[in-house]
């Protein structure tokens, strides 16, 4: 039995044959694969890419959404691909660097990388469809636009059923593949700007540091100076917001 707590006292190839091998009984072994796969990603997190390029597949797109938990503004994806073996110091979940990291990572990825694409749906999409179908078709329409078209896909999380192309969807993938990384970095510094530039206009939301979640700043705006054509009506509490006016 594989201790998870003291994952350090093995070897990386024989934590990575135990992480093949208990894989295929995901469900039953998910605590003990997870752990390995953290701490494994937390070394290297370019596995996911390096054992797709001994198959011999070397047009790997990464996917991440940004964006489901705002009150407003829309949904964010992108699909992005790296060059073999790409390299790039401070690549990782993009929600573990600060604002000027990424700024500065988003400028050499948009640069550097073989093709990137984004996918945009709005307050109204959400609202009419939910977020997590919304964010589906950003994610299909980030991959389809691609100028290249990829040999395989990794997503952070999300199952995507009519992806006709191979893929595997990564619990916590911003952080275990430096693909999706990529990906989340270039739709956060996306989605950043577009509620950077909704503050102009509307700045008593605080936008320009809340990026639309629901912080206490924002809420008591909404209850004081009510809701923009951009706010997510389906979400609580814009809401109840918008209920309570009715009234």
Same mark, same amino acid.
């Given at each position: 039995?594989?201790?998870? #707590? ?59 959404? /940004? ?8 949904? /964010? ?30 400028? !050499? ?12 749906? +709005? ?38 059923? +009519? ?32 509620? !950077? ?22 809420? #008591? ?27």
């Amino acid at each position: 039995m594989i201790d998870i #707590d003291n994952l350090e006292q093995y070897e990386d190839s024989y934590l990575e044959e135990q992480f093949e091998i208990l894989s295929k009984e995901y469900k039953k072994n998910k605590k003990v694969v997870e752990a390995i796969d953290m701490y494994l990603a937390s070394k290297n997190n370019s596995r996911y890419e390096n054992k797709l390029n001994k198959e011999g597949i070397t047009l790997i797109a990464g996917v991440d959404e /940004v964006g489901r938990g705002p009150l407003c503004g829309p949904v /964010v994806t992108c699909a992005c691909i790296l060059p073999v073996g790409y390299e790039l110091a401070g690549l990782t979940d993009s929600k573990k660097i600060t604002e000027k990291k990424r700024e500065e990572l988003y400028e !050499i990825l948009i640069k550097e990388c073989v093709s990137y694409k984004i996918g945009i749906k +709005d307050n109204n999409r959400i609202d009419e469809i939910n977020i997590r179908e919304a964010t589906k078709e950003a994610m299909y329409d980030s991959i389809n636009g691609l100028d290249i078209k990829p040999e395989y896909v990794l997503i952070d999380a999300m199952e995507l059923e +009519d992806l006709s192309i191979p893929n595997k969807a990564i619990i916590k993938g911003d952080y275990k593949s430096k693909s999706i990384s990529a990906a989340s970095i270039i739709a956060k510094v996306t989605r950043d700007r577009m509620m !950077i530039a909704l503050d102009k206009k509307y700045p008593m939301y605080d936008f320009k540091n809340n990026k639309g979640y629901p912080t206490k700043k924002h809420i #008591d705006a909404i209850n004081k100076y009510g809701i923009i054509k951009e706010h997510r009506i389906s979400y609580s509490p814009v809401k109840e917001y918008i209920e309570r006016e009715k009234v």
